[in-house]
């Protein structure tokens, strides 16, 4: 006897296809994945070089209005001057209040690498340098107390 019914096609994906589309996105996502990995640090990076912009930035408004550098980052979010500051070879020196026009900062932000206190400097010949005080290199591979 033969077969008088008219074949039903499903519809539907066949197993080939389904594979086709998964090898598909798994080589999209090969692509992609690898410019998000380093998204963090890369922001974070970029964190850091603007704060450290920002402190330099306060450190020489603070000393071309008063002379001196400061003797503690702290100093550039104070509310009142300050007595006293550093001169470039590390000596305090007396500030005169009515030359102070701070505060420079709101607050005085923590490295965003490392999670502490940046690092700066109060002693001949870096005084009012401030650095990262994060440790390792960064993408590029400089290190972060070089920036």
Same mark, same amino acid.
């Given at each position: 006897m033969s077969n008088l019914m008219p074949r039903v096609r499903r519809r539907g994906f066949t197993l080939v296809e389904l594979l086709v589309v998964i090898v598909v996105l798994a !080589?999209?996502?090969? =692509? !992609?994945? $690898?410019?998000?990995?380093d998204s963090s640090k890369r922001s974070k990076e970029s964190a850091l070089r603007s704060d450290l912009k920002l402190l330099r930035n306060a450190i020489g408004l603070f000393y071309t209005d008063t002379g001196a550098y400061p003797k503690t980052l702290s100093d550039l979010a104070a509310t009142s001057a300050p007595a006293k500051g550093l001169d470039?070879?590390?000596?305090? !020196?007396? =500030?005169?209040?009515?030359?102070?026009?701070? $505060?420079?900062?709101?607050? !005085? $932000?923590?490295? $965003?690498i490392s999670g502490s206190a940046f690092n700066y400097s109060t002693t001949a010949p870096n005084v009012g340098k401030v650095t990262s005080s994060a440790t390792g290199n960064a993408l590029d591979g400089t290190p972060y107390s070089s920036w």
């Open positions: !080589v999209l996502a090969a =692509i !992609v994945l $690898p410019k998000f990995m470039s070879s590390g000596n305090e !020196v007396s =500030i005169n209040a009515a030359d102070w026009h701070g $505060p420079y900062l709101q607050e !005085v $932000p923590n490295d $965003p």
